[in-house]
């Protein structure tokens, strides 16, 4: 194996995925703890907890601030490099959040046992199924009362549309909550309910198999309850399989409790020893390997600093191949430019350090000047263009009104900066001169308001619109009907495409249903 076949198999790129207040936050903190990234539970939290409110100015800033350094955690666990991307997904729910999933390998998802699949798990899910993501599943607060366990996978099954492989197997929940069983390994794990500060082992006990009386001796009646589940589930269960996991087909489950720091070993070994390394990536003209020795990467995110004495702008760059070195010239493919990465900041967790070599799957931060744009693609040699690093349909939308016309100049172009840089989507209905704004989470306005003052000096505020989704026009051969048909609905995006802006759900159905030749999509390829 060369230096970069190693370095290449000893990364992991990966994100959680959950709905707010499953236990996302405190899962992370735990992996840090493990992965010796910090070394007191509560740090992570305290973070969470100064963001505050997003009302007011000063909130969004701090907010934006700490995510800047919370984007990406690296840490190393036993030998293995880990990024961990950060999926915001409270307020600042957003089209990055989508956008990090383009750029990990695969995914932790976090599902409370006492809500199973909620609404967030499920749009990102649908990500993950499009770029068949492979999926490992921690089912969390096992030590609070919740739905069954049977019951929590084939919520999972149905609604997620993916086999559940459960690797351990609770005993007992709630009140009565004593441990998990490892499946795998024929081992019994005991519940501690204050493991939550430290990463000591745990109380295990190996047994010979299900059928060993020694379970009864440790579990009592639980013993037989355990027995009865194990068979029902290798009747109705799907065994694990790895190939099925790699493939998304398959997601492994665990049982846990985060807050406790139970479960959470297992999952983090299980999870370097199976998740894939980093993978490879598709552009316009060939799929590029991580091992391929000419340095490549993708931005999928780019993030404004608020604060205005450092007003600079990070794009983060995903490393698909090669090696990256700091002062190494690279070029910028979409504008043709060559450039020198001089200075690359690497995100450990919560901190940034400056960077002098990073490998395929690490992310890196690099300085932006307005000229970088969602999706672009670097290389040291080869002119390449990465695709996957789609726009996603937005479902909370504005119309700008400018408070002083003479302004619209400025209006236009830093719209036109902010949408290049994939923090909100800005639409030009066909049949007016409005501008309509767009985004996955509606913090986003709050955000590119303040942009629009504090950068290009533009005071702008917002009307409401009645519109609650957008559909891109694909193609077809009714598409020219159907725009001529429905103009009124129908809109530009900032590449010209033209865009289905739905206002009542109903409608679209009866559209899709009359105009059967037109495709209409909810994502969009960047180009
Ligand atoms: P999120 O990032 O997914 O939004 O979730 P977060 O980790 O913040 O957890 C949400 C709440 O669930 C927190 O409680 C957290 O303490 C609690 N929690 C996380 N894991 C477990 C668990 O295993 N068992 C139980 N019982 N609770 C868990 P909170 O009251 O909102 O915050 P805090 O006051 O505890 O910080």
Same mark, same amino acid.
């Given at each position: 194996m060369n230096i970069q076949q190693k370095q290449v198999q000893r990364r992991r790129t990966f994100a959680i995925i959950s709905h707010p207040d499953a236990g996302k936050t405190t899962l992370t903190e735990k992996l840090l703890l493990f992965g010796g990234a910090i070394h007191l539970a509560g740090a992570v939290k305290a973070k969470k907890a100064s963001r505050g409110a997003t009302s007011d100015w000063m909130a969004v800033e701090r907010e934006r601030g700490i995510s800047v350094t919370s984007s990406v955690m690296k840490f190393d666990y036993q030998d293995y490099e880990i990024n961990l991307l950060d999926t915001p997904g409270h307020q600042d729910?957003?089209?990055?959040?989508?956008? +990090? $999933?383009t750029a990990v390998d695969s995914v932790l998802m976090v599902i409370d046992s006492a809500k199973g699949v909620e609404t967030q798990t499920k749009k990102l899910m649908e990500v993950c199924r499009m770029r068949r993501t492979p999926i490992m599943t921690f089912i969390n607060k096992l030590d609070r009362d919740g739905l069954e366990p049977i019951e929590l996978l084939d919520d999972i099954e149905t609604n997620l549309g993916i086999e559940c492989a459960p690797l351990t197997w609770p005993v007992g929940t709630g009140r009565g909550f004593k441990g998990v069983f490892d499946l795998r390994r024929d081992e019994l794990r005991f519940f501690v309910p204050d493991g939550q500060k430290s990463t000591r082992p745990l109380d295990v006990r190996h047994v010979k198999g299900l059928d060993d009386p020694a379970l009864d001796d440790l579990l009592g009646a639980d013993a037989q309850q355990l027995r009865q589940d194990a068979e029902l589930l290798s009747g109705a269960g799907h065994p694990f399989d790895v190939q099925r996991y790699l493939a998304a087909r398959q997601s492994p489950v665990f049982f846990g409790s985060a807050i406790n720091n139970f479960g959470v070993r297992e999952l983090l070994d299980t999870f370097v020893e199976l998740a894939p390394p980093p993978q490879p990536r598709q552009a316009e003209t060939r799929m590029v390997s991580?091992?391929?020795?000419?340095?490549?990467?993708?931005?999928? =995110?780019?993030?404004? !600093?608020?604060?205005?004495?450092?007003?600079?702008?990070?794009?983060? *760059?995903?490393?698909?191949? @090669?090696?990256?070195?700091? &002062?190494?010239? +690279?070029?910028?493919?979409?504008?043709? /430019?060559?450039? %020198?990465?001089? /200075?690359?900041?690497?995100?450990?967790?919560h901190d940034r350090t400056g960077v002098d070599q990073a490998w395929p799957g690490d992310i890196i931060g690099i300085h932006n000047h307005g000229t970088i744009k969602i999706g672009d693609t670097f290389s040291s040699k080869e002119p390449l263009k990465f695709t996957g690093i789609p726009s996603f349909a937005p479902e909370?939308?504005? #119309?700008?009104? $400018? /408070?002083?016309?003479?302004?619209? =100049? %400025?209006?236009? /172009?830093?719209? $036109? %900066?902010?949408?290049?840089? @994939?923090?909100?989507? +800005?639409? #030009?209905?066909?049949?007016? !001169?409005?501008?309509? *704004?767009?985004? +996955? &989470?509606? *913090? %986003?306005?709050?955000?590119?308001?303040?942009? $629009? =003052?504090?950068?290009? !000096?533009?005071?702008?505020?917002?009307?409401?619109?009645?519109?609650?989704?957008?559909?891109?026009?694909? @193609? &077809?051969?009714?598409a020219r009907q159907f725009v001529n048909d429905n103009g009124r609905e129908i809109a530009k995006d900032i590449d010209g495409d033209l865009v289905y802006?739905?206002?009542?759900?109903? #409608?679209l159905e009866r559209l899709m249903e009359t105009y059967d030749d037109v495709v209409l999509q909810t994502i969009k390829e960047h180009r």
């Open positions: 729910f957003s089209e990055d959040t989508y956008r +990090v $999933l991580p091992l391929d020795p000419e340095f490549s990467g993708v931005v999928f =995110k780019i993030q404004a !600093n608020m604060d205005p004495a450092h007003r600079d702008r990070i794009a983060f *760059l995903r490393i698909v191949s @090669g090696q990256f070195q700091k &002062g190494m010239r +690279v070029r910028h493919h979409r504008i043709g /430019k060559d450039m %020198q990465i001089a /200075k690359a900041t690497i995100f450990m967790a909370h939308f504005r #119309r700008v009104r $400018l /408070k002083d016309p003479l302004r619209s =100049k %400025q209006l236009e /172009k830093g719209l $036109l %900066q902010l949408c290049e840089e @994939g923090a909100v989507q +800005v639409f #030009r209905p066909l049949r007016s !001169n409005d501008y309509l *704004l767009g985004a +996955v &989470g509606p *913090l %986003q306005f709050e955000i590119t308001m303040a942009r $629009l =003052k504090d950068e290009y !000096n533009v005071e702008a505020g917002y009307e409401s619109v009645d519109i609650t989704g957008a559909r891109w026009i694909a @193609g &077809g051969s009714g802006l739905v206002s009542n759900p109903w #409608r």
